[in-house]
């Protein structure tokens, strides 16, 4: 997978492969997505702590869909052997270069899930244009 480039949000990574597993999901389904990517987790071998940490950071991405990306979105879990990847699409848009990677300001009400991602995720890739947004976090089975 290849990093976000300095000049945007376009990190150009392929589509999820088809035997990947899919959920759309809307506000009353963040149970389901937890679970999607637990069960993926778990079943890509990484360890209890890391399925934790990885169940948290797609769940703030989901949350993330509905606030900010059209009330709704597609989560979509595979492994590949080395790593678990959780990617969550939706139809909004990010402009701002340095979301996630900068600590948000405790004051503000919003803004901490892709920071959270960023922290317990191995990678966090995002590819995102005015049709729609793909935000995608891989965790390796080994911690890196």
Known sequence: MQAIREDGLRAGFPLAPLHAERLDFGLDDL?????????????????????????VAASELAANSILHGGGRGLATV??????VFVE???AGT???????????D????????????????????????????????????EAD
Not at 78 to 83: I, S, T, V
């Open 31 to 55: 149970h389901d997505v937890r679970s999607l990517v637990a069960t993926g987790a778990e079943a890509g071998g990484l360890p209890p702590r890391r399925v934790s940490d990885l169940v």
């Open 78 to 83: 595979w492994e590949d052997g080395e790593a």
């Open 88 to 90: 969550v699409a939706d």
């Open 94 to 104: 990010i402009v701002d270069p340095t979301v996630g990677k900068v600590c948000p």
């Open 106 to 141: 405790p004051a503000t009400e919003y803004g901490r899930g892709l920071y959270i991602a960023n922290q317990l995720c191995d990678q966090v890739a995002i590819d995102s244009s005015p049709s729609g947004t793909r935000i995608r976090l891989r965790m390796g089975t």
